[in-house]
């Protein structure tokens, strides 16, 4: 039992950048705890990569989703409705697709941590300038948009991750395409 305590508390202290002096080798025992550790660090390393591919297939499944979609209902659209109708809703769509894609890269910067994080956390944060400046489209020019068309394209994206949620997750899809579990760097 105490083994297993100094294991996890090694483990806690060196995954937040704790430098923590080795165990001693004074028997085989505190050897093999040793290498329990070591392997535990290991598997640690490894698993956020597994976590960062994983997630930057869903961010492009995503955005094909929403680009599908936006395709999609826009053809729906110019073949019922109007062409000015359409057309608000593809700008509409743009705009949304604009601010999924900045959404994602806020997403991604929030594990990361010093200068890089913050950079990319303030890039994700213009994702709100994309939703003042589709306001500030539609407000000048009210002749030539349809607001609702407009507003339903930007919020297309929306639609994506509900098809993304209904989409079933398959682990095995991840094993095949690395054969080792660990995706290329």
Do not use: C
């Not at 105490?2 to 002096?21: H, N, Q």
């Not at 030539?144 to 507003?151: A, G, N, R, S």
């Amino acid at each position: 039992m105490f083994k297993k305590l100094v294991v996890f508390w090694w483990l806690s202290t060196t995954a937040r950048g704790f430098v923590v002096a080795p165990a001693p080798k004074a028997s085989a025992v505190a050897l093999g705890a040793q290498e329990d550790v070591f392997a535990a660090q290991r598997e640690m390393r490894e698993a956020p990569v597994d976590q960062v591919a994983m997630f930057r297939r869903s961010r492009n499944q995503l955005v094909g989703d929403h680009a599908f979609l936006s395709a999609g209902i826009a053809a729906v659209i110019w073949r019922l409705g109007s062409l000015v109708a359409a057309e608000s809703y593809v700008l509409g769509a743009i705009f949304g697709g604009a601010y999924l894609v900045l959404l994602a890269r806020y997403v991604e910067s929030v594990g990361k941590s010093g200068l890089e994080g913050a950079r990319d956390g303030g890039v994700g944060q213009a994702r709100f300038a994309i939703v003042f400046l589709l306001v500030l489209l539609a407000g000048r020019n009210r002749e030539t948009l349809d607001i609702l068309p407009l507003l339903f394209g930007f919020f297309t994206y929306q639609f994506a991750t509900f098809v993304q949620a209904a989409r079933p997750v398959d682990d095995d899809e991840d094993a095949e395409e690395y054969g080792d579990g660990v995706p290329p760097r």
